[in-house]
C-alpha cells in the first residue's frame, strides 16, 4: 500500500472518481472529479485518507453510514450520497447517453426522473447471527462483511421501522452464524419477508418464527427459499388498480414512482391498441395495465410469476382478455410469425437484455415497442438491433430507481412505419 496526493479526473460507470497513474486508472470511491484528495493505494483502488480541496458538488451524506468514513462502518448500499442532487443527476443521465453514442445511436435522452429518500418499498438486507444479536444491514462495498444499520434514508418508513420485528424474526430463522438474506417488500397488507441463503430450516426454526410472527402485527408472509412459513395475511401489490398476490421472492420493481413512471409511459407510447404482448412479464406490472386497453399477451420464464399474473387477470373485472405463457424468452424468444398478431409489445428484460427476442421483433411488423431495462448498455445492443431492422426510437427517458446507486432504469419508445 502507498499513500499519495490525487487529483480526481473524472467518474467512472460505477460512480467512483478516477485519477490517471502513469500506469493506468486508480478507482477512488466517494471522490469526485477536481478534488485533491490523500489517498492509500492498493493497485489500481484508492481510499481517501484525507480531503484536500473538495468540489463545490459535494455534500454531506444523509446516511451516518455512508462513505469512507461511515460511523460503525462503511455500508455498501449507497454509493453516491456525497454528490449534489443536479450533479448527481447528470451523471445518472449521462451513464444512459453515453451507452446508446456507444452503439452509435444518436437519439435524445430525456432528464432522469428522480428519486426521493425513503421511497424503496423492495429493500435486500444482509443478515447473520451473532453470540449477541442478528446483525441485519449490506455489505460493505467488495466484502462479506454486514454493516449493521440503524438508519436507512433510502428505505421506506414501513420497513425501517419494523428492523426491530425483521431482527426477531432473523434471529427465529437463523440456527448458526451463517449469513443470510432477507428481501423485504412492504404491500398495503403489511411486510412480504423472503428469507434466503440458509440451507435449511427446521421444526424447531420454524415453530419459532411462527410464534414470533404471530406475536406481531404488520407481517403479512415470511418463506425461506421460496416455500411459505407463515402467512398471516396474503401480501398484495396494485398494479393500476388490479390487485395481484406476489409470489414469494419474486420480482417487484423497487420503488412505486419507479413502477408508475415506466407504466405512465408504457401507457402512453402503446395507447389505444387492439393486441398488445408483454414479454418478460413479470407478475403483471405492464401487462395487467395494459389489459384495460386491450387484449394482452404476458410471457414470462418464472411458472410462480406466471400463475400469479394469470390469477390476478382473472379475478380481476373490467378487463381485456389476458393470456399469459411460461417461455423462456432467450432460448425461444416469439418468432416472427407469433408477433404478427401484435399492434404493440413491450419488453422489460433482466440485465442482460433482450437480444434474442429483438432479433425478431426486429423482423416483424409490430408498430410500436417499448422497451424497459435496467441496463443501459445492453439497451443501447437491443435498441442498435431493432433500428437496424427499421425501428425509430422517439424516446428515451431515464428513470433512477435505486438512489444514490450507479443504477439507472430506462424506458425507450420505438416505432416501425
Ligand atoms: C426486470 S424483470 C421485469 C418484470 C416485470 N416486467 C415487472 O416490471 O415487474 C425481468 C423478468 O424477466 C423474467 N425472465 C428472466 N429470464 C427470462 C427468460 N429467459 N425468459 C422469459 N422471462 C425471463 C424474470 O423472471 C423477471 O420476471
Not at 456525497?82 to 437519439?107: C, E, T
Not at 398478431?341 to 415497442?369: N, W
Not at 427517458?397 to 416501425?416: C, G, S, Y
Request: include cysteine; aromatic fraction near 6%; glycine fraction near 8%.
Amino acid at each position: 500500500m502507498s499513500t499519495e496526493t490525487v487529483t480526481i479526473d473524472s467518474l467512472g460507470a460505477q460512480g467512483d472518481g478516477i485519477f490517471h497513474a502513469s500506469n493506468g486508472p486508480v478507482y477512488v470511491p466517494f471522490s469526485l472529479p477536481g478534488e485533491t484528495l490523500g489517498i492509500a493505494r492498493v493497485k489500481n483502488h484508492g481510499t481517501i485518507i484525507s480531503y484536500g480541496e473538495t468540489s463545490p458538488d459535494r455534500v454531506a451524506p444523509a446516511c451516518r453510514h455512508f462513505g469512507p468514513d461511515g460511523q460503525g462502518g462503511s455500508c455498501g448500499g449507497c454509493s453516491l450520497q456525497h454528490m449534489a442532487k443536479p450533479a448527481y443527476n447528470a451523471f445518472k443521465r449521462s451513464l444512459v447517453v453515453a451507452a446508446l453514442k456507444s452503439k452509435g445511436i444518436d437519439v435524445a435522452v430525456g432528464e432522469l426522473i428522480e428519486a426521493q429518500p425513503g421511497e424503496r418499498r423492495r429493500v435486500v438486507f444482509a443478515a447473520r447471527r451473532t453470540e449477541k444479536e442478528l446483525l441485519i444491514g449490506f455489505n460493505q462495498a467488495e466484502s462479506h462483511h454486514i454493516v449493521a444499520i440503524e438508519e436507512c434514508p433510502i428505505a421506506s418508513p414501513g420497513i425501517l421501522s419494523r428492523l426491530d420485528a425483521l431482527k426477531r424474526i432473523g434471529t427465529a430463522i437463523a440456527a448458526n452464524a451463517d449469513p443470510f438474506r432477507m428481501t423485504v417488500i412492504e404491500t398495503p397488507t403489511g411486510l412480504d419477508i423472503a428469507v434466503d441463503g440458509l440451507k435449511k430450516l427446521d421444526d424447531r426454526e420454524r415453530r419459532g418464527v411462527t410464534e414470533v410472527v404471530l406475536s406481531m402485527r404488520g407481517i403479512a408472509r415470511v418463506s425461506f427459499n421460496g416455500e411459505i412459513v407463515i402467512e398471516p395475511q396474503k401480501p398484495q401489490l396494485d398494479f393500476g388498480g388490479v390487485p395481484v398476490v406476489p409470489p414469494p421472492g419474486t420480482f417487484t420493481q423497487a420503488t412505486v414512482t419507479a413502477e408508475e413512471a415506466m407504466a405512465r409511459l408504457t401507457l402512453e407510447h402503446v395507447g389505444k391498441v387492439k393486441r398488445s404482448a408483454d414479454l418478460f412479464a413479470g407478475i403483471g406490472t405492464f401487462a395487467l395495465r395494459l389489459a384495460r386497453v386491450g387484449q394482452v399477451h404476458a410471457v414470462e420464464s418464472d411458472d410462480k410469476a406466471v400463475r400469479a399474473l394469470d390469477h390476478a387477470a382473472r379475478n380481476t373485472q373490467g378487463l381485456k382478455p389476458v393470456s399469459v405463457e411460461k417461455r423462456d424468452l432467450f432460448r425461444r424468444p416469439l418468432m416472427v410469425s407469433e408477433l404478427k398478431v401484435f399492434d404493440a409489445v413491450v419488453f422489460d428484460p433482466p440485465r442482460a437484455g433482450a437480444e434474442a427476442q429483438c432479433k425478431e421483433l426486429a423482423r416483424s411488423t409490430v408498430k410500436k415497442v417499448v422497451a424497459v431495462s435496467c441496463n443501459p448498455l445492453s439497451l443501447a445492443r437491443d435498441l442498435s438491433i431493432l433500428t437496424a431492422g427499421g425501428y425509430r426510437v422517439t424516446s428515451v427517458t431515464p428513470i433512477d430507481q435505486f438512489l444514490w446507486t450507479p443504477h439507472v432504469e430506462v424506458v425507450a419508445t420505438l416505432v416501425k412505419g
